[in-house]
């Protein structure tokens, strides 16, 4: 497929940031929604079992079923490659 | 309608199994001839821990209406006795039939019902079977029902993958076998969040769909109530559950779908008053007053 364009995911990051926020019970405004906010490592709540409720908490908010062969721990590593993985999900 | 705190009372029956632990909530007010009779069929392993708080609401708001509640925890869940990796899809129906007869001798005469949520609703679906004792049950109540035993499964699946993927193995590697083909009862089961799934249950659950019993002659037609939540964020869905037509074909079915969070998987303990609303009335017109 080809890559989602960067705009794409810009659009998302604000929506994002807000999911994850509510996802991991975060206060509001603790992700700037921006590229380089880093999440994995950063985030001392985003553990195993809160990536698996974001994961599903982005499929319920989006209507789609992610692939999670296609996941690896960089995927997670900013809010900007988180980004980049969902675009490309819903470019399908 | 006298003030009075409501009438809980907490006991052990004796399921086959062993001892099963159970919340029994008294309709009210006092001496009231109950409207239906309920017994929960909870959800699975995390999912019932997430759900207290909304199933003892529910049960309460009921018992305020004059329904009388059983909330038993299943073989291996809860304060039951027996480890989560002793559970297993038979000893759980024996469980469900345990629980209807006990409800049923508290109130003699009164509609028996199911209300299962998410993997609940499948047992509560299969434990309608006349061979499991459901012949005795008048309605089906379902909060979120899964409709096939692996949808339960995939949320695991996924947890072990991820975990797996942040400690920086690959994919492939993480991914545990969920049942071997033909070979099912000596594969190996699951472990994931602290929950050992033994095989044999993992084998059940990718069996078991939600699908009605066979209508048996003479048997009145059961109503379904189906209620489910769907992300605010989104709009209603336009469609009925896939698995909707058959129990629509079945017997008198009210679905509906309502804005709340996922509160058996959220990360806050969520209530959704709507639900409990949406359930009580749905509950009250399919069982009119009785009266001894």
């Known amino acids: ?92 | 309608m006298q003030a009075s705190l409501p009438r809980v009372q907490a006991l052990y029956l004796q399921a086959p199994a062993g001892p099963m632990f159970a919340l029994h909530h008294a309709p009210a007010p006092a001496g009231v001839t109950p409207r239906a009779a309920v017994v929960f069929v909870h959800a699975l392993a995390e999912e019932m821990n997430k759900s207290r708080r909304m199933a003892a609401l529910q049960a309460r708001a009921l018992a305020q209406a004059g329904v009388a509640v059983l909330q038993p925890d299943l073989h291996g869940c809860g304060d039951s006795s027996g480890d989560f990796v002793d559970a297993r899809w038979p000893l759980w129906l024996q469980d469900v039939a345990c629980a209807l007869a006990w409800l049923q001798a508290q109130h003699p005469g009164a509609p028996l019902w199911l209300w299962g949520h998410r993997a609940g609703a499948l047992l509560a679906a299969q434990a309608l079977h006349a061979a499991h004792g459901g012949s005795a049950v008048a309605g089906l109540l379902l909060w979120q029902p899964l409709a096939r035993g692996d949808d339960a499964l995939r949320p695991w699946r996924r947890m072990q993958q991820v975990a797996g993927l942040l400690a920086g193995r690959p994919p492939a590697a993480s991914l545990a076998p969920a049942t071997g083909s033909g070979a099912a009862a000596t594969s190996p089961g699951m472990q994931a969040a602290g929950y050992a799934f033994h095989a044999e249950l993992l084998h059940a659950l990718q069996g078991v769909q939600l699908t009605p019993p066979p209508a048996a002659a003479l048997q009145p037609a059961r109503p379904t109530i189906w209620l489910d939540l769907h992300d605010p964020g989104m709009p209603a869905p336009t469609v009925a559950p896939a698995a909707a037509a058959a129990w629509a074909a079945a017997g008198p079915l009210h679905h509906a779908s309502l804005p709340g969070p996922a509160f058996w998987r959220s990360t806050d303990i969520d209530e959704v008053p709507a639900l409990i609303d949406a359930t009580t009335r749905a509950l009250l017109q399919a069982c009119p007053p009785r009266h001894a």
Request: proline share 9%.
């Open chain 1, 1 to 92: 497929m080809v890559p989602a364009a960067p705009a794409s995911t810009d659009t998302l990051l604000p929506l994002l940031a807000a999911l994850i926020q509510q996802a991991l019970a975060l206060p509001p405004d603790r992700l700037p929604a921006q590229r380089d906010t880093p999440l994995l490592g950063a985030v001392p709540e985003l553990d195993s079992m809160a990536v698996v409720s974001l994961l599903t908490a982005l499929e319920d908010r989006f209507g789609i079923t992610l692939d999670e062969s296609e996941l690896s721990a960089e995927t997670f590593s900013t809010l900007g490659s988180l980004g980049d993985f969902v675009s490309a999900q819903l470019a399908r």
